[in-house]
């Protein structure tokens, strides 16, 4: 079924009003028609049972039949710090992250940082058009709520941001003993948000690490291999993604069986 996202003044007391340019998508592209039905999310994790009743030049009035919890979020908020790398790989980043179920991205301006933001129009500007890819990426992995990509912080500023996370676990070539990462990973699958920050492509500076340490965060390895920044955030949280759909699956497989 269709998905659009809505504003909440666009969810009106049995209604929902789609305008911009999701209008001729439905019109021109998708060719629906009145009886025709779509899903309009809130972005903020409810989906919205819809049938088309009129499709005029500039918006789309659809009846809401029902509304239910979108089905798709994790039950943990997870939250990618992620080391500002150079070029369009944060692109790459922003897009994947999203459809693994991050709830929010973070670059982080490091030591070894090749990209610099320096310029605060341009970094605003850069800004939106992640966002605008997190939305992409939303829509098309049936998200929930669109993910927020803050602007860009100092390393101490993320240390001290992810003070109010459950957990920070942070990846780094040097660390040794999967298995203590994946009692990290267990352990974060249980808790109601955790973090995982990444270092950038020159990696971390050995004083940022014991910097990550005094602030509560667990070091973990990913493995004896050497990943590249874009790489190492997505298996890590490839792998969180896995443990918390595992701990629920488990959750629900009780409750049913209880």
């Not at 998905?3 to 003044?9: G, I, S």
């Not at 941001?161 to 920070?168: E, I, N, S, T, V």
């Not at 948000?193 to 990696?203: D, K, R, T």
Request: proline share 3%; net charge negative.
């Amino acid at each position: 079924m269709a998905r659009f996202y809505v504003a909440l003044d666009q969810i009106l007391e049995g209604e929902i009003v789609i305008t911009g340019p999701d209008v001729s998508h439905i019109r021109n592209v998708l060719r629906m028609k009145a009886g025709d039905r779509l899903t309009a999310c809130d972005g903020q994790g409810r989906d919205y049972i819809c049938e088309i009743t009129a499709l005029e030049r500039e918006e789309i009035r659809a009846r809401e039949l029902f509304c239910s919890e979108t089905a798709s979020e994790l039950p943990v908020r997870l939250v990618l710090f992620q080391g500002l790398p150079k070029k369009d790989k944060m692109e790459l980043i922003i897009q994947k992250a999203v459809e693994l179920g991050a709830a929010e991205i973070v670059p982080v301006m490091m030591k070894r940082c090749v990209a610099k933001l320096e310029d605060s129009k341009k970094e605003e500007k850069k800004r939106e058009r992640w966002q605008r890819i997190a939305e992409s990426a939303a829509k098309q992995s049936g998200r929930g709520i669109i993910p927020f990509i803050r602007p860009a912080m100092a390393y101490a500023q993320a240390l001290e941001y992810a003070k109010a996370l459950d957990m920070l676990l942070i990846p780094y070539e040097n660390q040794e003993g999967i298995r203590t990462a994946k009692e990290a990973f267990q352990k974060a699958a249980k808790s109601a948000s955790a973090g995982i920050l990444i270092g950038p492509e020159g990696g971390f500076e050995p004083s940022e690490i014991e910097d990550g340490k005094k602030a509560g965060a667990e070091i973990i390895s990913l493995g004896k291999r050497i990943l590249r920044t874009e790489t190492a955030g997505l298996a890590a949280v490839s792998m969180l993604m896995y443990e918390i759909e595992w701990e629920r699956e488990q959750e629900n497989n009780g409750s049913i069986s209880g």
